[in-house]
């Protein structure tokens, strides 16, 4: 069974940065496409970006230009660098990857993270 570990969250103010991490227990370029999504307090869990086995990035309109993914597949490891944060990306971040390379939003992915929560304060 395949593990994905996230780390990396905390509470930030508004303006501020995080970078968020996700360990996987297999190598992430047999995992394919890996991905972030985050569920914010009563709504549903949403898509926020990805990245596919060619390194090509997809993000939710939302946090593009904020936010960046990238992996290192040395380290089976990608990462979700937020910048200039706002109170509405508070939420719990959760690691995903689905096996196979797709560009685009990643449905029904094959393994989840536990989540990390992150916290923006105004």
């Known amino acids: 069974q395949v593990q994905l570990v996230e780390s990396g969250g905390g509470l930030v103010q508004a303006g501020g940065s995080l970078r968020l991490s996700c360990a996987a227990s297999?190598?992430?370029?047999?995992?394919?496409?890996m991905g972030w999504f985050r569920q914010a307090p009563g709504k549903e869990r949403a898509f926020v970006a990805s990245?596919?086995?060619?390194?090509?990035?997809y993000y939710a309109d939302s946090v593009k230009g904020r936010f960046t993914i990238s992996r290192d597949s040395a380290k089976n490891t990608q990462y979700l660098q937020m910048n200039s944060l706002k109170p509405e990306d508070t939420a719990v971040y959760y690691c995903?990857?689905?096996?196979?390379?797709?560009?685009?939003?990643?449905?029904?992915?094959?393994?989840w993270g536990q989540g990390t929560q992150v916290t923006v304060s105004s």
């Open positions: 995903a990857a689905r096996r196979g390379s797709y560009y685009g939003r990643i449905y029904s992915p094959d393994y």
């Open positions: 297999e190598r992430t370029l047999s995992l394919g496409t």
């Open positions: 990245i596919n086995l060619s390194g090509s990035t």
